[in-house]
């Protein structure tokens, strides 16, 4: 798949966003006033900031309202539902942290559900592609809900529980990458399928449709990055999984050093997902390119 | 609009004779004008008269089938299959229930899968999930382009009857294509998949596709006498007979030098 760098960044900050969104709608940190405005300040730029950047990869981006109206059937309408509700929601819930001192926790409670909804929502549009083996397994929702709610906990400054869920989004992340190398052959898809010529034989694809290239080719066949797949997936795996837990771990002494280290924690984890995002699109293999002999 | 119909009244599609295509390309091109110059926004080619790029809603294929070697044949020749391939207008059409605006639907009526320019964000996501890269953006208009099926040719009381199908069948200069309704078993179409083992792309994929393919006939088997006209150009008389050979003869004898030749 074509690495948009819309699509990379809305799906990183986004879900950095909500991830925090979740935790502040649970109270952790327990804060108000000025204090409580920078954390929904921060949060409200990456969320709202990455579903700006989504709507740059539509076609017709003066149309997307319409996006809102098709939520029983479709992934990219209900996560677009989600998002507008959970980011409703908590700015209430903000409302009453930042300007009365009061933290509702119901409120804080349904804009915290939402929240972590619309990641899963964000998961699913990938997830429910049979098209792309790599994306169509459980492990793509359990990949972004981790990572988001690792990112959230490393941002809400939730030192043990981020840890803790640095580590799981890492496994999470390894297991992955495992299964997912192997999904394409595994999901029966081959060129013999695609063209119903199995039976007479080995197929090739031995001439394109065209000289030059097209939408398909363009979107769906992605080869360029891919040959330095693994030294990214170290690059990835380190700077955002393994480096900020050494930090969190690591027993700083003053508290400057500490938050400093913090934000060195939480911008290696954002790169490193970053380049994993990237991954995840670059990496992703579409059967459509069967048909043309490339994957 | 954008959940499909639970059952559709007519299956509208294509049957497509791999064993007579002959990959002329015709239909791509003939698919290329109608659309173009038709319903919704034409079909854009970028840099057409450089790097070409273009929207398509039916392409061309070529692949190679080789045989398994066996004692019969044990270096079997190599087989040609055009393919030509646009949107198969699925039961289960996964594009249509990505849609986020409605603009993808699927008629109850004929089975036809559309979009609704007016509605389509470009977000692509229906183009991602279909196997069969059916469905193109048009960089020109920002929306989703697909075969319609030529659905402004089909009910079209304005063209004389045998032009009300769709255009690529109409233009095949070898009858590799077909259209009709494939939920009648009765027609046409139907018996001609019965009849030649028709099949699904993808069926893996579970999108059960209207359109059906019908299968190349296997190669026929190559003699040792590969050329089969050698036996009939072969000479059959080594020296010249008759009035030739008399006057072969009468040469030979006057004096003089002969070029080559005997006696």
Redesign the interface.
Known sequence: ?HPAPSVIVFTTLSGLGFGLLVFLGLGLPDVSGLVAFVFFAIAYGLAVGGLLASIF?????E??L?????W??????RE?CCAVAALLVMALYGFGTVFLATAWPVVGGIGAALSLATVFTTSM?YS?????PRWNMPLTPALFLSISLAGGALLAGQETLATGLLIIAGAIQLAYWVKGDQAFAT???T?A?????G??????????????????L???VHVVGRKHSQKLRVIGFTLGFALPVLLLIFPFSGLMLKHLMAAVAVLSHLAGVACTRWLFFAEAE???GL??GKR | MTQLPPSTTRKMGLVIDLDTCVGCHACVISCKGWNTENYGAPLSDQDPYGDASGTFLNRVHSFEVQPPACDAQPSPAAQLVHFPKSCLHCEDAPCVTVCPTGASYKRVEDGIVLVNEDNCIGCGLCAWSCPYGARELDLAAGVMKKCTLCVDRIYNQNLPEEDRIPSCVRTCPSGARHFGDLGDADSDVSKLVAERGGFDLMPEMGTKPVNKYLPPRPKDQIEDQIDILAPLLAPVTEGAGGFMGWLDKALDKLPGQSSGGSS
Do not use: C
């Open positions: 798949m990869h539509l076609g017709r981006p149309r997307a319409k996006a809102f109206s098709q029983k059937s479709s992934w990219l309408s677009g549009i429910q592609l049979k098209t792309i999901s029966g898809t060129l399928t695609a063209t119903g010529l039976r007479g034989g080995t197929v090739r694809a031995f001439e394109p449709p065209h000289t030059g290239t097209n939408y398909l363009r979107e769906f579409h059967v459509v048909y043309y």
